[in-house]
């Protein structure tokens, strides 16, 4: 799945749907010590996002041009913007990292490339919902709630809810879906004191980015987080993308307000053009088709707006 092969000096050891990861190559052969999972056992990891685009589990031909490199520079200004936030990015001064003289981030990727140091990964999707919309509408449509947390009733898709929930997922194994949880669900997989940490740290970086969102003429309707353990400290640390295009779903501002339709007014910048001509123009059986130019184009103007619109 990996669209770049092997990078000088690091090897590839895994591709999710957008992601190939990297570890150094001397960590994995210069010593007996590194042997096994490089995951588990290297201090740092080459994160790449790629410009791979998927849809309905499936992905799907053509890429979106920059893409990864826009993800990359959105997670990167968030976590300046963050500071108060411990994140995973790695800095060659760290007193940890210092004396493994790490080998350069080639320039091929460096754009869309981010030094992290690895964490150990807690196996949930931090979700928080500031309006209701999307799976989360669906479910409450049909239960009331969502995730076991109740609310109101009479709320339509795109309602801005009376306070931002925290709506957990377990994230799934590889080639399986996620799964929405309770919150007691995540105290049984991580312990009362991380899962009461991973609750409020969503909703304080939630809050903040909405606050910067709509100071930008955006709204944030809903992202999810992950979260990790630092090795060394055991710090919950912020890690992956955040409140990127792919991990979050944010609405024009003056649209929300002067929209006649829900497309008008939930006109997402992500890739929902992409789902919407898979849904009009495919059955969801076998392949899915090539998407036309057009649409590329249209997704890839969604993403670089964004972007823009955020950094100013």
């Known amino acids: 799945m990996t669209d770049i092969g092997e990078l000088p000096g690091w090897t590839h050891v895994y591709s999710g749907k957008v992601r190939d990861l990297y570890v150094p190559t001397k960590l994995m052969t210069d010593d007996d010590s590194w042997t096994g999972d490089p995951l588990a056992t290297s201090p740092v990891v080459l994160v790449v996002a790629s410009d791979r685009v998927s849809a309905f589990d499936h992905l799907l031909e053509p890429p979106i041009p920059g893409k990864g490199a826009m993800l990359t520079a959105l997670t ?30 080639p320039d091929a990727v460096a754009d869309r490339a981010t030094l992290c140091r690895t964490l150990d990964m807690f196996p949930i ?30 709320l339509g898709d795109g309602d801005r809810l009376p306070e931002p929930i925290y709506t ?10 996620d799964e929405n949880i309770s919150y007691e669900r995540t105290v049984e997989l991580v312990g009362d004191v991380v899962a009461a940490q991973l609750r409020e740290l969503s909703l304080e970086v939630f809050a903040s980015a909405s606050k910067k969102a709509e100071e930008r003429g955006l709204i944030l309707a809903d992202t999810k987080f992950e979260f990790g353990a630092d090795r060394a400290t055991g710090i919950v640390t912020l890690a992956d ?3 990127t295009s792919d991990s979050s779903r944010y609405w024009d501002a003056a649209a929300y307000a002067t929209g006649t339709t829900p497309a008008e007014r939930m006109a997402s910048f992500d890739k929902q053009i992409v789902r919407n001509w898979l849904a009009a123009n495919w059955d969801q059986q076998g392949r899915p088709p090539v998407l036309p130019d057009e649409i590329v184009e249209q997704t890839a103007d969604r993403y670089r707006e964004l972007l823009d619109r955020l950094r100013g």
């Open 76 to 105: 990167h200004w968030w976590f300046d913007e963050l500071p108060e936030v411990p994140n995973h990015l790695a800095h060659p001064l760290d007193d940890r990292l210092e004396a493994l003289e790490l080998p350069e981030v």
């Open 125 to 154: 999707e931090c979700v928080v919902r500031g309006y209701l919309t999307g799976s989360g509408y669906k479910e409450y449509v049909e239960t009331g709630a969502i995730g076991g947390f109740p609310l109101p009733a009479g």
């Open 168 to 177: 957990p997922a377990w994230k799934a194994p590889m080639g399986q879906h």
């Open 241 to 243: 993308e955040v409140l």
